[in-house]
């Protein structure tokens, strides 16, 4: 059973940066990985996503130009560089993968997508 533990986050100053990290465990990262947040009574964001066999990213276009997916194989560990950070991104953010390929590259940010979450993280962008 595929596990994911997160670490990263914490509070951050407008403009700061911030990385976080999903670690997987009990099985090899397999199709996507997707970062997911979700802020207080809003619903649920896809941010980013990115294959694990080969370099198709995507991005949700608030995060464009300032968040970076990357993956790290032989560690089983995704990150998200998250740069110029603003109060807007302040929410929970999971690492999620998926149990299946997904072809049409847009639809990796949808979270039905996924079947394995991470536990969560806590970014507060604040001054």
């Known amino acids: 059973q595929l596990q994911l533990a997160q670490s990263g986050g914490g509070l951050v100053q407008p403009g700061g940066s911030v990385r976080l990290s999903c670690v997987a465990s009990?099985?090899?990262?397999?199709?996507?990985v997707g970062w997911f947040r979700q802020a207080p009574g809003k619903d649920r964001e896809g941010v980013s996503c990115i294959s694990m066999s080969d370099d198709s990213t995507n991005y949700a276009d608030s995060v464009k130009g300032r968040f970076t997916i990357s993956r790290d194989n032989a560690k089983n560990t995704v990150y998200l560089q998250m740069n110029s950070l603003k109060p807007e991104d302040t929410a929970v953010y999971y690492c999620a993968a998926s149990s299946h390929p997904i072809t049409d590259q847009a639809m990796c940010l949808m979270w039905p997508e996924y079947v394995y979450w991470g536990q969560g993280t806590q970014v507060t962008v604040s001054s």
């Open positions: 009990g099985s090899t990262l397999g199709y996507y």
